[in-house]
């Protein structure tokens, strides 16, 4: 084989697979946001005409409004443990030697290769035992424990990128300039670690926003956007879901582009 | 009579878990010295800094500043301020932040700040505009200043600079260096400087200090360590040099006496005070630097003289090395001043001779 | 460089930042876990717990083989999940990594973006897609292609594209990263010593990429035994995997201690095909 064809051949093997993954990975994306637009009152084609009348309609449904609110707020309260814990366990799991760091490693790390619905049921089993132990339900606050613990070790793998590109020497020098442990934190680490505790905490809330499983196992008889739209996945339902889903698309994808500024920043910086 | 130390090191000794990389220092400093700790990698010189700056804790030992014992006092509450081999300026602040962030973290009103960081950029010849821009927008050479000025600022008693000017080029090193020695008698702080760069500390440093795994193994005046090495390391770590082996066949007071297979010499003993310490009778190692060989005739009147070839040859521009391999197979190092033509060939028969004053006499050691 | 400092568990900066994480899996992840396995010596009775030791379940477990069916099903759903996956995503990340460096913030804004939506919004967008009157069929028809042309939906084939779909980007990720860790100058080295692209391909990039793929598959593999939702929504329920039979157990049976024993066997049977594997991975590397 000369390089030229090799060059050529490697090209279109690259570029195609990519096109074709993109296509994949938006197929369902953009189906869903065309079906929103649909004027009838089923998910059928052909459309009997284009109108906003389901965006409409979403903003009036009270289950949909509430769904929307408890996916917001259990998202908000996830994010800010999720990401604090997170990135404490980074500083730990990255910067420093002691006795059982592979078992802490391990440990803070553990549920990110537990399959979701299984991490759902296993904690559903233990706050209905507790639950009846000590006389609560679950709920909102049983779904926010399982965000947290989901979402916590994802954190920390995305802060501990930051930590390994931080140069530890910046931290002795801030205390040879007189600094205490709590200025060394504020005036240097935090500030240098930020864009990673960023990201984090942007995908904190990407994923207990869109959280399916654990929402489903551990929010009791609450409804978050998930849990609602799969009550109503059949193509017997309505537009009102697929407008729904576009709704949530567009937070998603702003924070994720905001996401991306920030980490360029850092890496420009850094 | 000489005043207190300003640094008083007493047989600190230093492990990280089970590797002992400080065993047993004592080091006095006096005030306004400048201090060279030289020592290949490894060998504890940047250790022990970091016990001085007070990042780590020793394991045994005291460390005394102005005659304080230091046990304890975090690197917060020292007086004392490090250059880093990275420099560390904090990427997130402009120059002006750098510089005057140990004293913003003495809660120092900003407009004096203001002024200790103006009078500190003209001290380090950096532009004013600088000021504004951040450390990734300058050059090796300027951020190596701000480093420099961000340690002086606080006005420490000790500067502590852990080889600041290792990443540099070589011109723009020598520009720093120059700096260095012309900031340190400015401004009379004593200066602790770690650098495995030989040169640079023989230029800079008023005393030297060789360790190696963990020990000093020398500390004297430059010229001391360079014509009078403690041991064979410390003869062959500062420069290249000739270490020719003799038996010492009697010690007596002041005269030593010696002799040698290899070695033509009229007399055969030296006085005591070019000899290193209690050499004691038998095996021992005449040091002689390269430089101080010198090519002479079969007859000539010189102290010590050996028939040898010439192996190879340098140019080195101003002065010329030579390697020369002697009828019995001593290697030997020769080092001339340059002239128009060359004082030796390759190839050719030479005899070389020494002085018996440039003779320094050693007892065998790991070299 | 030293990045790691010693800290001794007594030093505050150390426990202080490892407890939130030490309590939170401790008692929300481990205890639970164990919870589970004395769950399954108890027994229901009326829908309610009761705590007496008996292995009743266990011997059921071992005894009907329509568990281990359904095991073996998930197991090989989930193998073919990650060939097809680690098949897919290494030009991807390869191509991320080497090629499209002008666009690739993009791209990985748009895989971001994919990964991070909500999974049971694009299974439902596949459903709208495949249905035998959704959108594929629709567009194909306008082509002149049959009625019905996209005839999937409901059976295997469209569950394990629901889990391709979903758990591709955790091997776009890892292969991606260990791709781009590889030294330029180790590459231009075998071009130097006068390899093809492909040979200096063969020999150097992909042996070098292997943690990536081997950290993909692992991933990919126990999050695939795990599945519910695409075996549910999109292969129709028909062909249930190990997670919906637990599921089923818990909320239509309301046996916890069968569901219990089925999340452990399930899990313990997936642990020991990752170890299973590594260690032929581990032995074929030193024989090598």
Redesign the interface.
């Known amino acids: 084989?000369n390089?030229r064809f090799?060059?050529a051949l490697?090209?279109v093997?690259?570029?195609g697979?990519?096109v074709a993954?993109?296509v994949?990975?938006?197929?369902?994306?953009?189906?869903?946001i065309?079906?929103s637009f649909q004027e009838g009152r089923f998910?059928?084609?052909?459309f009997d005409g284009v109108s906003l009348k389901w965006y409409g309609a979403l903003f009036q449904s009270g289950a949909a409004l509430t769904a929307l609110w408890n996916s917001t707020l259990i998202a908000v309260f996830a994010t800010v443990f999720a990401t604090?814990?997170?990135t404490?366990?980074a500083?730990?799991a990255?910067?420093?030697?002691?006795?059982?760091k592979r078992a802490?490693q391990g440990?803070?790390g553990?549920?990110?290769?537990?399959?979701?619905?299984?991490?759902g049921?296993?904690?559903?089993?233990?706050f209905s035992?507790l639950g009846r132990w000590f006389g609560f339900n679950t709920g909102i606050v049983t779904a926010i424990?399982?965000h947290?613990?989901y979402i916590?070790p994802f954190a920390?793998v995305i802060v501990a990128v930051q930590v390994?590109n931080f140069?530890?020497?910046?931290e002795?020098?801030?205390?040879?300039?007189?600094?205490?442990?709590w200025?060394v934190y504020r005036?240097?680490t935090i500030?240098?670690l930020w864009p990673g505790i960023f990201s984090a905490a942007i995908?904190a809330f990407?994923?207990s926003?869109?959280?399916?499983?654990i929402t489903y196992s551990l929010a009791g008889s609450t409804r978050t956007?998930?849990?609602f739209?799969?009550s109503g996945?059949?193509?017997g339902s309505s537009p009102l879901?697929?407008a729904i889903?576009t709704v949530?698309?567009i937070p998603?994808?702003l924070l994720?582009?905001l996401?991306?500024r920030f980490r360029?920043r850092a890496a420009r910086?850094? | 009579m000489t005043a207190a130390p300003i640094l008083s090191i007493t047989d600190v000794h230093k492990s990280y878990g089970t590797y002992p990389a400080l065993k047993g220092v004592s080091l006095d400093v006096r005030q306004g010295e400048f201090i060279a700790l030289v020592g290949p990698s490894g060998c504890g010189k940047t250790t022990l800094l970091k016990q001085v700056a007070g990042f780590e804790d020793t394991t045994s030992g005291t460390i005394r500043i102005e005659g304080e014992d230091m046990a304890g006092v975090p690197a917060a509450l020292r007086p004392t301020s490090m250059v880093f081999q990275k420099l560390a300026l904090f990427p997130h602040m402009t120059v002006a932040q750098n510089i005057g962030f140990p004293l913003k973290l003495r809660k120092v009103a900003p407009n004096v700040i203001a002024t200790r960081v103006d009078d500190m950029i003209r001290l380090m010849e950096l532009k004013p505009e600088y000021l504004k821009r951040y450390p990734k927008a300058l050059s090796g050479g300027e951020q190596q200043r701000v480093a420099l000025a961000r340690s002086m600022i606080s006005s420490p008693k000790l500067l502590l600079l852990d080889e600041p000017l290792s990443a540099l080029d070589v011109k723009l090193k020598k520009v720093l260096q120059a700096e260095l020695k012309r900031l340190h008698r400015s401004v009379g702080v004593t200066f602790v400087h770690v650098t495995h760069d030989l040169e640079e500390a023989m230029m800079l440093a008023d005393r030297i200090c060789v360790m190696r795994a963990g020990k000093i193994l020398q500390l004297g005046e430059p010229a001391d360590i360079y014509y009078r090495p403690a041991d064979p390391f410390v003869a062959g770590f500062i420069g290249e040099t000739n270490l020719m082996p003799i038996t010492v066949t009697a010690c007596s007071g002041a005269q030593v006496s010696y002799g040698s297979d290899e070695i033509v010499d009229a007399q055969g003993s030296l006085p005591a005070s070019l000899v290193a310490g209690d050499v004691g009778q038998g095996p021992a190692l005449m040091n002689v630097r390269p430089e101080l060989i010198r090519r002479c005739d079969k007859d000539a009147d010189v102290d010590c003289k050996l028939p040898a070839t010439v192996t190879e040859v340098f140019t080195k521009g101003g002065t010329v090395q030579y390697r020369a391999r002697s009828t019995q197979g001593l290697e030997l190092a020769i080092e001339i001043q340059g002239t128009s033509h060359l004082p030796m060939q390759l190839g050719e028969d030479v005899w070389l001779g020494w002085a018996k004053k440039d003779i320094w006499v050693l007892k065998p050691g790991e070299a | 460089m030293d990045m790691e400092v010693s800290r001794s568990w007594r030093d505050p900066e150390l426990w202080v930042k490892a407890l939130p994480s030490v309590v939170l899996q401790t008692t929300c992840f481990l205890a639970p876990l164990v919870m589970t396995f004395i769950l399954t010596f108890q027994k229901t009775q009326n829908f309610q717990l009761n705590w007496t030791w008996s292995l009743a379940t266990w011997t059921d477990v071992f005894t009907k083989p329509h568990y281990w069916t359904i095991l073996g099903h998930t197991l090989f759903m989930a193998v073919a999940c990650v060939v097809v996956c680690i098949i897919i995503a290494f030009p991807i990340a390869y191509g991320l990594a080497t090629r499209f460096k002008r666009l690739d913030n993009e791209i990985k804004v748009l895989i971001t973006f994919a990964f991070i939506t909500d999974a049971t919004l694009k299974t439902f967008g596949w459903v709208l897609f495949l249905d035998k009157k959704g959108a594929a069929n629709y567009l194909l028809a306008h082509l002149g292609f049959p009625a019905e042309t996209v005839a999937f939906l409901f059976t295997d084939w469209a569950t394990l594209l629901g889990m391709v779909y979903n758990l591709l980007p955790f091997a776009i990720f890892t292969i991606y990263l260990s791709i781009d860790n590889i030294d330029r100058s180790l590459i231009l080295a075998a071009y130097d010593a006068g390899a093809s692209k492909f040979r200096a391909f063969w020999e150097v990039t992909l042996p070098l990429s292997r943690p990536g793929i081997w950290a993909g598959s692992v991933l990919i593999f126990l999050l695939g035994v795990g599945v519910f939702l695409e075996p549910k929504v999109l292969g129709g329920g028909k062909s249930p995997m190990s997670a919906e039979l637990i599921r089923q157990t818990f909320e239509t049976r309301v046996n916890w201690p069968l569901g219990a024993a089925l999340t452990l066997v399930l899990m313990v049977v997936a642990i020991f095909v990752v170890l299973l594997f590594s260690r032929v991975a581990g032995m074929r590397r030193a024989g090598a």
């Open positions: 084989m390089h090799e060059s490697a090209n093997i690259l570029y697979s990519m993954v993109l994949f990975f938006y197929v369902p994306i953009f189906t869903l065309a079906f998910l059928t084609l052909p604090a814990i997170g404490m366990a500083i730990v990255v910067r420093y030697r002691f006795k059982g802490f440990l803070a553990a549920p990110l290769a537990f399959p979701q619905l299984l991490l049921i296993v904690l559903l089993l233990w035992v424990i399982g947290i613990v916590a920390m390994y140069d530890p020497v910046l002795d020098a801030a205390r040879d300039c007189g600094a205490s442990s200025d005036h240097v500030p240098l995908f990407l994923l926003w869109g959280n399916f499983y956007i998930p849990t739209i799969f996945i059949a193509v879901y697929p889903a949530v698309f998603g994808i994720v582009i996401a991306n360029l910086a850094g």
